[in-house]
């Protein structure tokens, strides 16, 4: 039966009919034909694709277009490009339910779980469900002030705390929860998900954590003192920041969104209330990944 979405217009999408969207990065070589191999497998089986109207003109496929994907019923998101598309995508869908599924273009590939050689058998487990989700923990960033809170948005991988046109390391008092834990002169601070601890957070020295851990990882960035160490801390704990320094600062969610911040306020990081949901298939041992990932052959001796 079709059904009719909020433009007005009807899509055939029939009882049971599965709605997948592809979000393909322009920038990467391969998107083209990764999205050829997608429409292809799928031709004449019981899924709809459809995708951004900008994405679908630069790949030729304007009839599945659509100028806003997010408003429409979508069962799962295919994003192609790296691990930073990946979060951009999910980014798009973090007020809904929506998983997200990666197609690895990029260069380590921790999120996006699905490398091109692999593309046709892991697009078949997905049309029979033979997948799983996994509910990722999700931040939310504030800044603070006499007056209370104003949230700036969600990230998947982390919060940073950077200095801004200023050359001067960054002085900051360090709360965890109502206890001060420390002050630090850095060059800024991260906080960190268990999902970003592969990211920036593992640039800059922190600890590498299991994605379904539930805790937040504290770490500063090349600090001017020993004792300052990462520090990992329950996921239901509040990181509060109170930066001193001479200009403004910047916050930067996922390094995809930037906010200049004047040093009064306080920045405060917290668990969110959503969650992220990414597509993982049961074959792939996470620690498998990792080794691969970084030690390749896993440090062998011979």
Avoid at 73 to 81: C, E, F, N, P, T
């Amino acid at each position: 039966m079709a059904r009719q979405n909020i433009f007005g217009t009807v899509f055939g999408v029939e009882a049971g009919m599965m709605q997948i969207a592809v979000f393909p990065n322009i920038s990467k070589r391969r998107s083209g034909e990764i999205v050829d191999r997608i429409f292809n497998f799928y031709r004449n089986k019981n899924v709809r694709l459809v995708m951004p109207a900008t994405e679908a003109r630069q790949f030729r496929k304007e009839e599945y277009g659509l100028p806003c994907v997010e408003r429409v019923h979508i069962d799962m998101a295919l994003s192609i490009g790296g691990d930073g598309t990946l979060i951009g995508v999910c980014r798009r869908f973090r007020e809904q339910d929506i998983p997200v599924c990666g197609i690895n273009l990029g260069t380590l590939g921790f999120l996006a779980d699905i490398e091109p050689r692999e593309l046709e058998s892991r697009l078949g487990k997905i049309l029979i469900g033979d997948y799983v989700v996994e509910n990722r923990l999700l931040l939310s960033g504030y800044i603070a002030d006499e007056l209370g809170e104003k949230f700036l948005g969600n990230a998947i991988n982390d919060v940073v705390i950077s200095k801004g046109t200023s050359a001067r390391m960054l002085r900051m008092e360090i709360f965890v929860n109502d206890t001060h834990l420390t002050n630090c002169k850095a060059d800024g601070l991260i906080v960190s998900s268990p999902t970003g601890s592969t990211a920036y957070s593992l640039s800059a020295g922190g600890p590498i954590l299991n994605p379904n851990i539930r805790a937040l990882i504290i770490i500063p960035i090349c600090p001017h003192t020993f004792q300052m160490r990462p520090l990992v801390v329950n996921e239901d704990d509040e990181v509060r920041i109170k930066v001193y320094a001479n200009s403004e600062i910047i916050v930067m969610l996922d390094g995809q969104e930037n906010f200049k911040v004047q040093p009064n306020y306080e920045v405060v990081v917290k668990k969110s209330h959503n969650t992220v949901q990414i597509v993982k298939f049961a074959d792939k041992n996470y620690y498998d990944v990792l080794k691969a990932k970084l030690w390749g052959t896993g440090g062998d001796w011979h």
